[in-house]
């Protein structure tokens, strides 16, 4: 496989053209090694339009998906970064390099030494990665933005109320077989922009609260 001339296609044939336009974030993509975060077996599959997965029951989230968070979530060079459920790192390795901090929290502890050990190849040194639950991430809150990898069914107040003003938050909310990511930007101390940005499905985040069901 022509490694540059995929990564090419991936950025021509997948992400611009799902309407990722920011230059910047293009040209982020097409530098920084997304092969390095895929596991052996999937290397072949890189930049394939395809969710790949990485076992524990996480997957790594399409490329166009990836570029429209980035887009949506944009870092600025001073600001801090929570990503909950960092997985392999990729989506990790790309806000820390326009970020000024990123603190990343998983449960899982065999993600969390993968994706350590893949960032540290690429001598990315401003991500702090921890094994622990999301819950204790308002221990270093709060965030300029926060990027949650794990769906949940309802929108997490708690992760809303660790928002600075003005900072923004990438979830994915719903049930299989649909679900919708978002982008919550926090307008004041009292409020919060809801914009839909894709539909999407992916493994729900642990310990959060479902929806009621309603009976008949």
Same mark, same amino acid.
């Not at 969390?112 to 094994?131: H, Y």
């Not at 992760?159 to 982008?183: D, H, N, S, W, Y």
């Given at each position: 496989?022509?490694?540059?001339?995929?990564?090419?296609?991936?950025?021509?044939?997948?992400?611009?053209?799902?309407?990722?336009?920011?230059?910047?974030?293009?040209?982020?993509?097409?530098?920084?090694?997304?092969?390095?975060?895929?596991?052996?077996?999937?290397?072949?599959?890189?930049?394939?339009?395809?969710?790949?997965?990485?076992?524990?029951?996480?997957?790594?989230?399409?490329?166009?998906?990836?570029?429209?968070?980035?887009?949506?979530?944009?870092?600025?060079?001073?600001?801090?970064?929570?990503?909950?459920?960092?997985?392999?790192?990729?989506?990790?390795?790309?806000?820390?390099?326009?970020?000024?901090?990123?603190?990343?929290?998983?449960?899982?502890?065999?993600?969390?030494?993968?994706?350590?050990?893949?960032?540290?190849?690429?001598?990315?040194?401003?991500?702090?990665?921890?094994?622990?639950?999301?819950?204790?991430?308002?221990?270093?809150?709060?965030?300029?933005?926060?990027?949650?990898?794990?769906?949940?069914?309802?929108?997490?107040?708690?992760? $809303?109320?660790?928002?600075?003003? +003005?900072?923004?938050?990438? /979830? =994915?909310?719903?049930? %299989?077989?649909?679900? #919708? @990511?978002?982008?919550?930007?926090?307008?004041?101390? $009292?409020?919060?922009?809801?914009? +839909?940005?894709?539909?999407? /499905? =992916?493994?729900?985040? %642990?310990?959060?609260? #479902? @929806?009621?069901?309603?009976?008949?």
């Amino acid at each position: 496989m022509n490694i540059e001339k995929a990564r090419f296609n991936m950025i021509e044939q997948q992400i611009r053209p799902w309407k990722v336009l920011d230059q910047q974030v293009l040209d982020l993509m097409s530098t920084l090694p997304r092969e390095q975060f895929v596991p052996d077996a999937y290397k072949g599959l890189a930049f394939a339009d395809i969710s790949i997965p990485l076992g524990n029951d996480r997957f790594m989230l399409h490329p166009r998906e990836e570029g429209r968070l980035l887009q949506a979530v944009k870092p600025l060079p001073n600001e801090k970064v929570l990503v909950i459920n960092p997985n392999s790192g990729y989506v990790t390795a790309l806000l820390a390099s326009m970020a000024d901090e990123v603190i990343a929290i998983d449960t899982n502890a065999e993600l969390v030494a993968t994706a350590s050990e893949n960032l540290a190849a690429l001598s990315i040194r401003n991500v702090t990665i921890d094994c622990k639950d999301p819950s204790e991430s308002n221990q270093t809150a709060p965030y300029d933005i926060i990027v949650i990898l794990g769906s949940m069914q309802l929108i997490s107040e708690s992760f $809303k109320q660790l928002l600075k003003v +003005g900072g923004r938050m990438f /979830c =994915i909310i719903g049930k %299989e077989p649909t679900m #919708e @990511a978002l982008l919550i930007t926090r307008t004041n101390d $009292k409020e919060w922009q809801e914009e +839909g940005l894709f539909e999407t /499905c =992916i493994p729900a985040l %642990e310990n959060m609260p #479902e @929806a009621e069901q309603f009976h008949f």
